[in-house]
Every structure is written in structure tokens, then in C-alpha cells.
């Protein structure tokens, strides 16, 4: 019968230098091995991503995430632009194909496209890259397709809350008068004269407890905006006539640093946009509940 008087101390000192040549093998294994470790895709810093500038001959422009491959549509921040060398550039400097890396608060709405309204910095890394345009330039002709001439402009109201950026569609505007030449080449004039904002059931943005800033975003830019707001305990009571109907208070709408109409959203409130364009007005309405 066999007698195992062996020490603990000799299993111990087995155990940790088993330990010792696992670690050294590792280490080993890592400076040696002939695997490349892989290149991080996001740029890192304050929720940066690389991005590929896209724009058409007419002026309109996107971007596209070259890591998750989807287009959005971003703010250039004013003082904000740098070029390779770090030195500031402008808007006018980019062109197509230009790769950037673009930091920002990393909140991007879900509409499409994506909507990024919180980028702070931007750094251009390459110019004028022709498979990037050669390969995302399709979005450039889905996007930006050339409207027909009787098409209204639409609006979209924006906002931030602490979930993310949304964008809301107003779908259809209320009343219009509009002028425009056919194919023909003959001028045509199109006027609706639709309820009243308070007759109808107008879109809610959104319910907030306080005030909130709130973006007014047409795809065409308007000459001039009127802005007028009532209070929306007045919707549904003027079914029968628009004689009674108050009038609207006019609320201030000014452009912020991104260059888009902003306004102070009141909550429990309903909202008339007039739009003035060179071809005619158009009109449309909006809610902004009360969140209890």
C-alpha cells in the first residue's frame, strides 16, 4: 500500500508555477501572433463616428456613416469646421467625397433620412474620395429628387428632449394658394380654401410640461414665416361658423446659429404656420399638448 506523505506546500508551489508559464505563453502568443488586431471603426472621442460628404450639382448635400452605412442629414457647426491641417474652413470648402470625422452628443433621430442636430465639431481627413461617392451616390438621387412644380413645400417640427432629436411631419397643409407653370409651359394658379386650424384636428408634436424650443424645418425655404398660437381648450367649439373665431396671438420666430426657424413652443397650445414662397402661401396647423 502506497504512502502519500507529500506536502501541501509542494502542490502550491506546482500550482503557481504552472500559473507563471500560462502567463508567459500568453504573452508570447500576443507579441508573435501574425493576426492583425482589427481597426477600430468609430472615431473615438465625445460619441464620434466618420462620415463621407455627399453633394449634388444644385447644392443639395448629406451625409453617410461609413460604419453602419445609413444617410443623415447633420448641422455644420459655425467655427467648427477644420480641414487635414486643423485650420477652420467653411461649408463652401467641402466637396463630394470628402471623409470627416464628426463629434457630437451622439443623438440622432430615426426619421429618414437620420437627423443628427447635435454635432459640435467637424474634421476633414480626406478629399474628393470617388469610391465613396461612386458607391453611396445613390442617395444623393433618392433624397433629392427634383419636385414637380405643383408640389407644396412641407414642414417638419423638430425638437430635443432627453431621449433623443424628433422630427414630426406635418402631413397636409390646410389652406393654399399657389402659382405654377406646367408642362406646357402655360401658368396655373391652385387655391383651397380649407377649416380653420381650430375646426380640425391638427397634429400633435408633442405633450411637455414647460415651455420647450421647437425648429420649424420646410424642405424649401421660405421668404417670410407668420407664426400665430391659441390656446387649444378652443378646438371643436367653432364647428358651425369661423365668424367667432379669435384671433391668433403672433409668436416670435427667429433663426438660431444652425440657420433654422426656431420658435418657443407653450404647451396646451395649437399653432398656424404661414409659409411665403415666390409661387404663392401656404398654410399649416400643429398641436403641442399639456403633459399633466
Known amino acids: 500500500m502506497r504512502n502519500n506523505n507529500t506536502s501541501p506546500i509542494v502542490?502550491?508551489?506546482?500550482?503557481?508555477?504552472?500559473?507563471v508559464i500560462l502567463a508567459a505563453a500568453n504573452m508570447l502568443r500576443s507579441q508573435f501572433s501574425s493576426e492583425e488586431p482589427q481597426e477600430d471603426t468609430q472615431i473615438q472621442g465625445d460619441y464620434a463616428l466618420k462620415a463621407v460628404y455627399l453633394e449634388k450639382e444644385d447644392g443639395n448635400s448629406i451625409f453617410v456613416?461609413?460604419?453602419?452605412?445609413?444617410?443623415?442629414?447633420?448641422?455644420?457647426?459655425e467655427g467648427e469646421l477644420y480641414d487635414e491641417d486643423g485650420e477652420k474652413i467653411t461649408q463652401e470648402d467641402l466637396n463630394s467625397g470628402d471623409v470627416l470625422n464628426i463629434w457630437g452628443n451622439g443623438v440622432i433621430a430615426e426619421s429618414y433620412p437620420a437627423q443628427y442636430n447635435g454635432i459640435t465639431k467637424m474634421e476633414r481627413t480626406e478629399q474628393s474620395n470617388q469610391e465613396y461617392i461612386d458607391k453611396y451616390g445613390h442617395y444623393l438621387e433618392e433624397l433629392f429628387?427634383?419636385?414637380?412644380?405643383?408640389?407644396?413645400?412641407?414642414?417638419?417640427?423638430?425638437?430635443t428632449d432627453e431621449l433623443a432629436d424628433a422630427t414630426v411631419m406635418i402631413p397636409d397643409p390646410l389652406s393654399y394658394t399657389w402659382t405654377y407653370t406646367d408642362e406646357s409651359g402655360?401658368?396655373?394658379t391652385v387655391t383651397t380654401d380649407a377649416a380653420h386650424v381650430l375646426q380640425t384636428e391638427p397634429v400633435e408634436v408633442k405633450k411637455i410640461s414647460e415651455p420647450m424650443t421647437m425648429e420649424l424645418y420646410f424642405d424649401e425655404?421660405?421668404?417670410?414665416?407668420?407664426?400665430?398660437?391659441?390656446?387649444?381648450?378652443?378646438l371643436g367649439q367653432y364647428q358651425d361658423s369661423t365668424d367667432q373665431i379669435p384671433e391668433g396671438t403672433a409668436v416670435e420666430v427667429t433663426k438660431n446659429g444652425k440657420g433654422n426657424l426656431e420658435f418657443t413652443a407653450q404647451p396646451g397650445s395649437v399653432y398656424l404656420v404661414q409659409g411665403q414662397w415666390d409661387q404663392g402661401t401656404v398654410?399649416?396647423?400643429?398641436?403641442?399638448?399639456?403633459?399633466q
Open 11 to 19: 502542490y502550491i508551489g506546482v500550482l503557481l508555477v504552472t500559473l
Open 65 to 77: 456613416n461609413l460604419t453602419d452605412e445609413y444617410p443623415f442629414d447633420g448641422n455644420i457647426p
Open 145 to 159: 429628387v427634383e419636385k414637380d412644380p405643383s408640389e407644396l413645400p412641407y414642414l417638419n417640427v423638430c425638437y
Open 186 to 188: 402655360e401658368s396655373r
Open 221 to 234: 425655404v421660405p421668404e417670410s414665416v407668420e407664426l400665430l398660437v391659441w390656446d387649444d381648450t378652443l
Open 283 to 291: 398654410e399649416y396647423g400643429f398641436h403641442v399638448g399639456l403633459s
